[in-house]
């Protein structure tokens, strides 16, 4: 069982992949079904994917003092940052942490909490904020990612499909 909570864990911290790809493993992967059940694989994941989201939150600010140090990032790429977040902080107060949860949240490339957290730290979200969106955002891509995956799983998703082909082993 540990192994396959640190392989859930291992794939759900990976950049542009986290739950979106650790759910469909744990569910698929015929190791870790006979370990764990499909909730836990969602509660695992999920878990692991609103701490990645809190840690990576935290790590920005530390992280930009530390490249601010370097001449040529505080002189070229910082302003550009800042007149960013002067531009677009008035529809993330408008928006706030809904949109960025509707952005963590959509399972499509691109979006998850490695590149929330960098957009809401840039945007000046606050960390309350912030956390609350991840939390959402996790969820919503959450459901969206197990539901689909049991569709395949109990054969609402035809054999033929885009889906079927993507994540079950066709039997010859």
């Given at each position: 069982?540990?192994?396959?909570?640190?392989?859930?864990?291992?794939?759900?911290?990976?950049?542009?992949?986290?739950?979106?790809?650790?759910?469909?493993?744990?569910?698929?992967?015929?190791?870790i079904?006979?370990?764990?059940?499909?909730?836990?694989?969602?509660?695992?994941?999920?878990?692991?994917?609103?701490?990645?989201?809190?840690?990576v939150?935290?790590?920005?600010?530390?992280?930009?003092?530390?490249?601010?140090?370097?001449?040529?990032?505080?002189?070229?790429?910082?302003?550009?940052l800042?007149?960013?977040?002067?531009?677009?902080?008035?529809?993330?107060?408008?928006?706030?942490?809904?949109?960025?949860?509707?952005?963590?949240?959509?399972?499509?490339?691109?979006?998850?909490?490695?590149?929330?957290?960098?957009?809401?730290?840039?945007?000046?979200?606050?960390?309350?904020?912030?956390?609350?969106?991840?939390?959402?955002?996790?969820l919503?891509?959450?459901?969206?990612?197990?539901?689909?995956?049991?569709?395949?799983?109990?054969?609402?998703?035809?054999?033929?499909?885009?889906?079927?082909?993507?994540?079950?082993?066709?039997?010859?």
């Amino acid at each position: 069982m540990i192994k396959a909570i640190a392989i859930l864990t291992a794939i759900t911290l990976i950049p542009a992949l986290e739950l979106r790809a650790s759910i469909p493993v744990g569910i698929f992967n015929s190791d870790i079904q006979g370990t764990l059940s499909w909730p836990m694989v969602a509660v695992i994941c999920i878990i692991a994917n609103i701490i990645l989201g809190w840690i990576v939150f935290a790590i920005m600010g530390p992280a930009f003092t530390f490249i601010r140090r370097w001449g040529w990032f505080e002189r070229t790429i910082w302003p550009i940052l800042e007149k960013t977040q002067h531009k677009i902080h008035p529809y993330v107060e408008k928006y706030g942490e809904f949109g960025v949860a509707l952005f963590i949240g959509i399972p499509l490339p691109g979006s998850g909490v490695y590149t929330g957290a960098f957009g809401s730290y840039l945007l000046g979200l606050d960390k309350r904020k912030f956390a609350i969106a991840n939390v959402i955002g996790v969820l919503i891509a959450a459901v969206a990612v197990t539901a689909l995956c049991l569709a395949i799983l109990h054969g609402a998703v035809g054999d033929d499909s885009l889906w079927a082909k993507l994540f079950l082993k066709q039997k010859h």
